[in-house]
């Protein structure tokens, strides 16, 4: 059985500013570990379906809305993602 790396934080954050910024169709967003919806133009209610999703289609995994509405910040977004990725790699 192969067992694939796991992935960290930043490797996670990198791919995760991609959505981001094809989410809010802006090459030039910029993530932090701290940066929330009220950090960036835009960000609601759809934009975060939207960022769920394309989530779900980069990684490979499914999230629940509810344990992703409940972050506080991307940095947190980032640390659930990599436990989901990882957990499923096992």
Known sequence: MIIMSEVNHAE?????????????????LVLTDETTADGVPGWDSLQQIKIILGCEKKFGVRLRARDVNGLGNVGHL?????????KSRK
């Open 12 to 28: 996670v954050m990198n791919e995760l500013q991609n959505v981001f910024r094809t989410v809010f169709n802006n090459p030039s």
């Open 78 to 86: 980032v640390d659930h993602l990599v436990a989901v990725i990882n």
